[in-house]
């Protein structure tokens, strides 16, 4: 038992082996954890390393946008003022920009996907979701301008790793969590179906085991920059591999038929 709590799996016996999945099964389940962390680090490093390239595109896109057509404004207890001639509206193919502290614009223009007004002390925003309005009563001291853009960008530059990195891992946990929790429901029913009578540990372990060949899959997906189908695949591939969880289990000697 403390060899299989040390060494609860074998890598090269994922595939396949029965005597792989019985040591996950009784291996501790604190080792199992540990296991499954790595499974979400290895997914999250590649994950940030596939989406990293586009999200700093995307914020240089988004830099330039705001340098060119964003006016310089400033906050002081909650009023906002600008030198630009008002109402000032920049309009793109999907978004509507609106600055006015004058009180002549009070609601965002309805026939953009998205629109950003803002006023003297309010700043509006429209998304297909629905109208988000947020009050600048609360800041102070605060100057919109191109200096202030390019530090805010160049940061998230820099920290657009971390960022992405720990976003992908919160992310892919609460997955993982879940898709075992639903794992464990179908192996407790396929357990008591063939008269395994697994402990619900055994079951956890396994249902962590279990995700090896389809994180490999889902990692798969992500270099391939998005199969459209991975992730039905990994799901019915982590189903399969419930199931031969439970088969690969011993039978209990007192299930078992008397020989003759």
């Known amino acids: 038992m403390a060899a299989a709590a040390e060494h609860p799996v074998r890598p090269r016996s994922i595939f396949w082996s029965r005597e792989a999945y019985r040591r996950a099964a009784s291996a501790s ?15 999250a490093i590649v994950v940030t390393f596939a989406v990293q390239p586009v999200l700093v595109q995307r914020l240089d896109q988004l830099e330039a946008w705001m340098l060119r057509y964003l006016p310089e404004f400033s906050i002081h207890h909650g009023v906002v003022t600008s030198a630009v001639p008002q109402p000032y509206v920049v309009k793109t193919k999907e978004l509507v920009f609106t600055l006015d502290t004058t009180g002549q614009t009070t609601e965002v223009d309805p026939t953009y996907p998205y629109a950003v007004l803002l006023t003297r002390q309010q700043l509006v925003v429209r998304s297909p979701d629905g109208i988000d309005q947020r009050d600048m009563s609360q800041l102070d001291g605060l100057v919109v301008d191109a200096p202030m853009i390019e530090r805010v960008t160049e940061g998230l530059r820099s920290w657009i ?20 929790l639903l794992g464990t429901l179908l192996m407790l029913l396929v357990s008591a179906l063939l008269h395994r009578r697994l402990r619900y540990a055994a079951l956890f372990n396994l249902g962590v085991y279990a995700l090896t060949v389809p994180t490999l899959l889902d990692l798969l997906g992500v270099g391939s920059l998005g199969f459209p189908y991975a992730w039905w695949l990994s799901c019915g591939v982590y189903a399969g591999y419930l199931i031969w969880a439970v088969l690969a289990q011993p039978v209990p000697a007192r299930e078992m038929a008397p020989s003759a």
């Not at 389940?29 to 997914?43: D, E, F, Q, R």
């Not at 960022?163 to 075992?180: D, N, P």
């Open 29 to 43: 389940v604190p080792s199992m954890l540990w296991y499954l962390a790595g499974l979400i680090t290895l997914t």
């Open 161 to 180: 790793w971390v960022i992405v990195g720990l976003a992908a891992g919160i992310v892919l946990a609460a997955v993982r969590l879940g898709q075992i």
